[in-house]
Nanobody
């Protein structure tokens, strides 16, 4: 059974860095588009960063561009999100997602597999 498992969340201070990891089980990262989403309290889930099935066409939401960096490790079959210069407004539950479609883009409904989420809290 396909599964995504996030790890790496926690409580940090503004300006700190944090790295999230997404372990992929049952499917190969090499063949799937993947992305990170986040959901803050009382808000809808929103796209953070993602890439298409080739690992290219990397896209970032404007709110994180230049601070967050998404990557994949084909050997480990994982995806990561390096988050730098964290801000209190980055506080959210972060989800990794995988899509059977080659270029799913930003809409959450384009992704068919989701992890359980990992909480990131940034204090001011």
């Amino acid at each position: 059974q396909d599964q995504l498992v996030e790890s790496g969340g926690g409580l940090v201070q503004a300006g700190d860095s944090l790295s999230l990891s997404c372990g992929v089980l049952g499917r190969t990262v090499r063949r799937y588009a993947m992305a990170w989403f986040r959901q803050a309290p009382g808000k809808e889930r929103q796209f953070v960063a993602g890439f298409d099935w080739t690992g290219g066409n990397v896209d970032y939401d404007d709110a994180v561009k230049g601070r967050f960096f998404i990557s994949r490790d084909l050997a480990k079959n994982t995806m990561s999100l390096q988050m730098n210069s964290l801000k209190p407004e980055d506080t959210a539950v972060y989800y990794c997602a995988s899509a059977g479609g080659r270029t799913p883009g930003r809409p959450a409904e384009s992704y068919d597999l989701w992890g359980q989420g990992t909480r990131v809290t940034v204090s001011s």
